[in-house]
């Protein structure tokens, strides 16, 4: 938090791993895990790599089978490797920070990203479960209320699943949708929080101080998912742009408050991250089992 404070034992350790680096982190950019496996960072590093390698083997055994490029079950392993790919990249930068003793670097492992949507001592805070209900509330209704019957069929409610273009018992097929949102929305947590909080709002915090660095990296949150428009038919497009973007930029807000309030550590806004999107999409997929991210059309939830 200042740069009168003595060394922190991530610290020098971050500066320990440096000096024995056996390649530059800057590779990191060349596939996930190369940057920690150039830091020896050698569980670190294998972990995301064999993650990486795994999700495009499936990707491209999906796309074989069916032919399609588009199809969910290869889009979103391809959406998972990105962010353990962004990830990669994001956690060498912060080792750097962290051995050169700036303010403001988050000192969570890996480890304790995963962890913390499952972390008691997290997840017990006021902040942390009241905003996160809000917050959800929100998401879900704006999600909800701008949905059009054909999309939208509530009285679909816990019919047949379609997941992946496929339709399912009840009694697996909901299961398996909801164990591949919570990989999927795993790494949408880590890599995302890692970004805009760990590295964009520490980075405009120490620039241009803690208020105006939590609003820009906010506002920054809520514009990188415009680009979500374009993956919508043209017909939502304006609703998301018009409500969707607005709520986004809202969690944005409460989650980097979050990180500030609790010292600039990633686990609890990553906690909040993960379970907003792995709630609000499995809500939307139980009520309306036919248009969901898990479905035939991959649909963006708000």
């Known amino acids: 938090m200042s740069r009168l404070e003595p060394p922190a034992a991530e610290e020098i350790e971050a500066r320990v791993t ?3 680096a056996a390649c530059s982190p800057q590779l990191a950019f060349l596939f996930p895990g190369v940057g920690q496996l150039c830091m020896r960072q050698t569980a670190r590093g294998a972990v995301l790599a064999s993650l990486a390698a795994a999700e495009i083997g499936g990707a491209i055994a999906v796309g074989v089978e069916t032919g399609d490029a588009d199809h969910p079950g290869v889009q979103l392993p391809l959406a998972a490797v990105q962010d353990l790919w962004l990830y990669g990249i994001v956690d060498a930068v912060l080792t750097r920070q962290l051995a050169a003793g ?4 988050p000192r969570d492992t890996p480890s304790d990203l995963v962890a913390a949507p499952l972390n008691l001592e997290v997840m017990k805070r ?9 917050t959800l509330a929100l998401g879900l ?5 701008i ?3 054909e999309d939208f069929d509530p009285d679909r409610a816990g019919d047949d699943p379609n997941l992946f273009g496929e339709r399912m018992e009840p009694a697996y097929g909901y299961p398996l949708g909801f164990a591949a949102g919570a990989g999927l929305f795993s790494h949408v947590a880590i890599a995302e929080e890692a970004l805009f909080r760990g ?3 520490s980075a405009m915090s120490r620039w241009l101080g803690e208020t105006q660095g939590w609003v820009v990296a906010s506002l920054m949150f809520g514009a990188a998912h415009i680009p979500n428009a374009f993956v919508l038919p043209e017909e939502d497009r304006v609703e998301y742009l018009v409500y969707g973007i607005p709520v986004i930029t809202a969690a944005g807000f409460y989650m980097g408050w979050l990180y500030r309030e609790s010292g600039y550590s990633l686990a609890p806004s990553t906690a909040v991250h993960f379970w907003y999107d792995f709630l609000l999409s499995s809500t939307l997929f139980v009520l309306d089992p ?6 035939a059309r991959v649909a963006v939830p708000f």
Do not use: K
Request: hydrophobic share 45%; proline share 3%.
């Open 18 to 20: 440096l000096d024995h």
């Open 102 to 105: 700036e303010r403001f670097v």
């Open 126 to 134: 006021p902040a942390v479960w009241a905003g996160l209900t809000l």
């Open 141 to 145: 209704g704006v999600s909800i209320a």
């Open 147 to 149: 949905s059009d019957e």
């Open 199 to 201: 590295y964009v709002q």
């Open 290 to 295: 036919e248009n969901s991210l898990f479905s």
